[in-house]
């Protein structure tokens, strides 16, 4: 059974940095082909694509926030984690976590609210 | 970057009826397409990727077609847990993975 849970803060102040963690079980992400995205809605909003992380340790990044993100993973924990810099109110929205067999998703977490607000 | 428009924005059926969602990609994704359903307060769920191809344990009543550019969603008897909002996402051209903007199947 997959299943995948984000974790961090709430609540963070403008300019902050956010530290997010998925920490999944039910596959490797050593597969081949495993891989792990982060993706975001705004309240009432889209889903929005942010950065995938694969089995090989390749790294893809949206391109409008490519210079405020980072992705890594420790295969041994199964945990994923994203860090967004400079964190701004319009960046409030609900972050999941998202397994796929790259290219497709399939299983997502039940995602965390993120707050930017001072 | 693709874009995926959806149409309509909100659609107004009654259980028991037909509901058709339409999904544009501004170029071809042949049939990279996935369509997701969001209830509210819950994560997205996959429900048809290779544009035609049901997830696990997703009901026949829900079937998708098309390839290229133009795609469909069908929801051939609603039932009242069908209300949602359904998203479509093209996996053909990444990165990035791009979704459309959704569209809220609503009781009538």
């Known amino acids: 059974q997959v299943t995948l849970r984000e974790s961090g803060p709430a609540l963070v102040k403008p300019t902050q940095t956010l530290t997010l963690t998925c920490t999944f079980s039910g596959f490797s992400l050593s597969s081949t082909g495993m891989c792990v995205s982060w993706v975001r809605q705004p309240p009432g909003k889209a889903l929005e694509w942010l950065a995938l992380?694969?089995?090989?340790?390749?790294?893809y990044y949206s391109t409008s926030l490519k210079t405020r993100l980072t992705i890594s993973k420790d295969t041994s924990k199964n945990q994923v984690v994203l860090t967004m810099t400079n964190m701004d109110p319009v960046d409030t929205a609900t972050y999941y976590c998202v397994r796929g067999v790259i290219p497709l998703f399939d299983y997502w977490g039940q995602g965390t609210l993120v707050t930017v607000s001072s | 970057e693709i874009v995926m428009t959806q149409s309509p924005a909100t659609l107004s059926v009654s259980p028991g009826e037909r509901a058709t969602l339409s999904c544009r990609a501004s170029?071809?994704?042949?049939?990279?397409l996935a369509w997701y359903q969001q209830k509210p307060g819950q994560a997205p769920r996959l429900l048809i990727y290779?544009?035609?191809i049901r997830a696990t344990g997703i009901p026949a009543r829900f079937s998708g077609s098309g390839s290229g550019t133009e795609f469909t969603l069908t929801i051939s008897i609603l039932q009242s847990e069908d209300f949602a909002v359904y998203y479509c996402q093209q996996y053909n051209n990444w990165p990035p993975w791009t979704f459309g903007q959704g569209t809220k199947v609503e009781i009538k």
């Open positions: 170029q071809s994704v042949s049939s990279n």
């Open positions: 290779g544009a035609s």
């Open positions: 992380i694969d089995w090989d340790d390749d790294k």
